[in-house]
């Protein structure tokens, strides 16, 4: 089982990042807590459930196709620790997808982006937040055993940004 | 830690660059999909949409423009400082002009495309234009984002006050032609906010019936 692979690439003349063919950018904490603020704050709308599906529609997306293209990646185990390890070098953190089978099960975020940079720009929460973690996961989770977007759910219980020690997700069936 | 934009990405690319990040001039960059902000930034303007009526979709749009230039302005005038600090008078931060230069190419460096500078009035107004193909902006993503960078910029540069809260704001930003309606490039005029604070965080409240 060999590690997640980094194939990323500059395009210099056009200024283009790409991982895996997929373009992918660079942001701030700043300008990813504000969006996700403005969005959870439309207090007439389920700000949270957009958020989430929009980051599982796309990890789902995006490790299906990184793990159909390579053979090695066969095992749920792996391509699990190759979904952790993209989420760390896109700068997530780090995520834990032991404990997670076909059946669910509870994934851990320690040093979680999301939920420090909430607290740094925004202060401490009373639920949790990482709306973007909990699609990620449920995403990865589905790609890994071959299911389609939303065969899954990931509920956080506990948050950094919310005074927890570490995040914690609940994975289930949908 | 300072990174000379040019070299922000290829510093970010080096795979030794893991969570926990070093921060950049204090700011925590992340690699994200475009894909992601595409179907956020398209569902949520649906959501308001459907929820709230077409009316407000210039308001949504207006909103998102607002968070990314809040966002960006305090990046850039954390730069402008650290090339301050690094370059003394070099050329890049010698006069206003040279730093809307540095700013863009600051811009260009976090992979969001091309940024050209149509026109610069000092002190008044900028046009740019994002045109390369196959860029974040033709993927429907980023012209709330490059609005936004584009209104920061005159902002950081040009704007009133001495902090980056105080300086947001100070100029607007229209996007008169865009890739999405066909047209040949997303072009952003930037000019100053004579009506500074009436733009400012659209309260997102239940409507009432």
Same mark, same amino acid.
């Given at each position: 089982m060999r590690d997640f692979e980094l194939d990323r690439e500059l395009e210099r003349a056009r200024n283009l990042i790409s991982q895996s063919g997929r373009l992918i950018i660079l942001n701030t904490d700043r300008y990813n807590t504000n969006l996700q603020r403005t969005v959870e704050e439309a207090s007439f709308i389920d700000g949270p459930s957009?958020?989430?599906?929009?980051?599982?529609?796309?990890?789902?997306?995006?490790?299906?196709?990184?793990?159909?293209?390579?053979?090695?990646?066969?095992?749920?185990?792996?391509?699990?620790?190759?979904?952790?390890?993209?989420?760390?070098?896109?700068?997530?953190?780090?995520?834990?997808?032991s404990r997670v089978g076909f059946n669910g099960g509870r994934v851990?975020?320690?040093?979680?982006?999301?939920?420090?940079?909430?607290l740094e720009n925004n202060g401490k929460r009373?639920?949790?937040?990482?709306?973007?973690t909990?699609?990620?996961?449920?995403g990865a989770v589905a790609a890994a055993y071959e299911k389609a977007p939303g065969d899954y759910t990931a509920r956080e219980r506990r948050c950094i940004s919310a005074g927890a020690r570490q995040c914690e997700f609940d994975v289930e069936v949908k | 830690m300072v990174f000379p934009a040019k070299k922000l990405p290829e510093q970010l690319l080096d795979s030794s660059y893991r969570w926990p990040k070093p921060a950049v001039e204090g700011e925590h960059m992340t690699f994200v999909w475009a894909d992601y902000y595409t179907k956020l930034t398209k569902a949520f303007e649906q959501a308001v949409r459907d929820t709230a009526g077409p009316f407000f979709t210039t308001a949504v749009s207006?909103?998102?423009?607002?968070?990314?230039?809040?966002?960006m302005v305090h990046m850039f005038c954390d730069h402008i400082k650290s090339a301050e600090r690094v370059s003394g008078n070099?050329?890049?931060?010698?006069?206003?002009?040279?730093?809307?230069?540095?700013?863009?190419?600051?811009?260009?460096?976090?992979?969001?495309?091309?940024?050209?500078?149509?026109?610069?009035?000092?002190?008044?107004?900028?046009?740019?234009?994002v045109k390369s193909e196959g860029s974040a902006a033709d993927a429907n993503t980023l012209c709330h984002m490059m609005a936004g960078a584009a209104a920061a910029i005159m902002d950081a540069v040009f704007?009133?006050?001495?902090?980056?809260?105080?300086?947001?704001?100070? &100029?607007? $930003?229209?996007?008169?032609?865009? *890739?999405?309606?066909? #047209?040949?490039?997303?072009? &952003?005029? $930037?000019?100053?906010?004579?009506? *500074?604070?009436?733009? #400012?965080?659209?309260?997102m409240q239940q409507p009432k019936s």
């Open positions: 957009i958020l989430t599906a929009a980051a599982e529609q796309v990890a789902a997306e995006q490790l299906k196709q990184y793990f159909t293209s390579n053979e090695d990646l066969r095992s749920p185990a792996s391509r699990l620790k190759s979904a952790s390890a993209l989420f760390q070098t896109f700068g997530f953190g780090a995520i834990d997808f851990i975020v320690k040093d979680s982006y999301f939920a420090s940079s909430w009373n639920t949790p937040g990482c709306f973007f909990a699609g990620f996961i449920a | 207006d909103l998102l423009t607002g968070v990314s230039q809040e966002s070099l050329p890049t931060v010698k006069t206003p002009e040279a730093t809307v230069y540095m700013l863009i190419d600051y811009v260009e460096s976090l992979g969001w495309g091309k940024m050209h500078l149509q026109s610069l009035v000092p002190n008044e107004e900028m046009v740019v234009e704007g009133s006050g001495k902090t980056a809260d105080d300086k947001v704001h100070s &100029f607007k $930003v229209t996007e008169t032609h865009c *890739r999405k309606r066909g #047209q040949s490039a997303c072009r &952003f005029e $930037v000019k100053r906010n004579n009506n *500074r604070g009436a733009t #400012q965080c659209i309260p």
